[in-house]
């Protein structure tokens, strides 16, 4: 390779870096434990949680979402077993929003608990589904665990 070619191809790779971040991400579930106001976002996010600890949902779109409906639903089972449906939230959002929060209050104060959130019973998995007119966004697996 001469250094023309070099150059050429450095500067082809600079400018798909460039775009590739101008691009949207796929939307995604973010689970936590935190809720940080000041940044609009979960923190400690995980996807394994003990039926104690504090559990916040976000759906991050990317950009501003671009229906009016977002519907998020709690399913028993894993990703390639979904069971039946356990509860489901409907919201409003706009195109002025790029994330949607889902944070329930426990009956004992502060965030509502992974037991609370998900209203299992007993260990398990569940799949948190999001969804709108347009179809499925984001699907994402959770382990609740007794510890």
């Known amino acids: 390779m001469n250094k023309k070619q070099k150059v050429v ?48 949902i976000q759906v991050r779109y990317g950009t501003g979402f671009d229906f009016n409906k977002l519907k998020i639903a709690f399913y028993e089972g894993t990703l390639e077993h979904k069971g039946a449906e356990i509860w489901k939230h409907e919201a409003r959002v706009t195109d002025k929003l790029d994330a949607y929060t889902l944070e329930g209050r426990s009956r004992r104060g502060g965030y509502a608990t992974a037991r609370e959130m998900t209203k299992l019973k007993a260990e398990g998995t569940v799949v948190i589904e999001v969804s709108s007119e347009k179809g499925l966004i984001a699907s994402k697996q959770l382990t609740i665990v007794n510890q």
């Open 9 to 56: 191809m450095s500067a082809a790779l600079a400018l798909g870096a460039l775009f590739a971040g101008c691009s949207s991400p796929d939307p995604i579930i973010a689970c936590g434990r935190e809720w940080n106001p000041a940044q609009g976002y979960v923190a400690d996010t995980g996807s394994v949680f003990r039926m104690s600890d504090e559990l916040i």
